[in-house]
T-cell receptor, first 112, second 111 residues
Framework: DTAVSQTPKYLVTQMGNDKSIKCEQN?????MYWYKQDSKKFLKIMFS???????INETVPNRFSPKSPDKAHLNLHINSLELGDSAVYFC???????????FGSGTRLTVV | TQLLEQSPQFLSIQEGENLTVYCNSS?????LQWYRQEPGEGPVLLVT?????EVKKLKRLTFQFGDARKDSSLHITAAQPGDTGLYLC???????????FGQGTTLQVKP
């Protein structure tokens, strides 16, 4: 009964490929997020959706496109992968962000 | 420049010692949250503080929110090897709803 689950856990792919990461939450939260954690462990927000509506879109290359088919799912599609996209991507959800987020266990993306 | 400056970034201590991690900013936050992250896992929420001057305790961990809601600290008493991990502070800017993270503190407690 994982609260926030994302797949796959590991993703190794070649430059130029297109890949997707899926995320689902069963907490009934209205808001979902994508964060990127770099090699120095710094976490930076990428996108936020509230009840399927995009509300935060940081300065992320437009090769990254989030999609939320319903409020329990938020997927991340990445086109034309580059070496610099290698990182750990975390999905998270919250009901009221002021009281904490619940994170998934991450997807380690390695672009070779 | 970081919106949230967390220090120290690395800390290696012996079991039984006390330690404090600081999280500072020049900005006001509507809430300040502390997370712990284990290798291969996502951050797990430890505590949220929302009121200036608020102090919360979680067993041997004490969290404090500054009076002006710009800074926070995490104090661990009598650290144990099981406390080893990455500690992250994060703040929510009032009108943006964004949770912004500090750089993290990697804590190693040696037996």
């Amino acid at each position: 009964d994982t609260a926030v689950s994302q797949t796959p856990k590991y993703l190794v792919t070649q430059m130029g490929n297109d890949k997707s990461i899926k995320c689902e939450q069963n907490l009934g939260h209205d808001t979902m997020y994508w964060y990127k954690q770099d090699s120095k462990k710094f976490l930076k927000i990428m996108f936020s959706y509230n009840n399927k509506e995009l509300i935060i879109n940081e300065t992320v290359p437009n090769r990254f496109s989030p999609k939320s088919p319903d409020k329990a799912h938020l997927n991340l599609h990445i086109n034309s992968l580059e070496l610099g996209d290698s990182a750990v991507y975390f999905c998270a959800s919250s009901q009221d962000g002021n009281y904490g987020y619940t994170f998934g266990s991450g997807t380690r993306l390695t672009v070779v | 420049t970081q919106l949230l400056e967390q220090s120290p970034q690395f800390l290696s201590i012996q079991e039984g010692e006390n330690l404090t991690v600081y999280c500072n900013s020049s900005s006001v936050f509507s809430s300040l949250q502390w997370y712990r992250q284990e290798p291969g896992e996502g951050p797990v929420l430890l505590v949220t503080v929302v009121t200036g001057g608020e102090v919360k305790k979680l067993k041997r961990l004490t969290f404090q929110f500054g009076d002006a809601r710009k800074d926070s600290s995490l104090h661990i008493t009598a650290a144990q090897p099981g406390d080893t991990g990455l500690y992250l502070c994060a703040g929510v800017r009032g009108n943006t709803g964004k949770l912004i993270f500090g750089q993290g503190t990697t804590l190693q407690v040696k037996p």
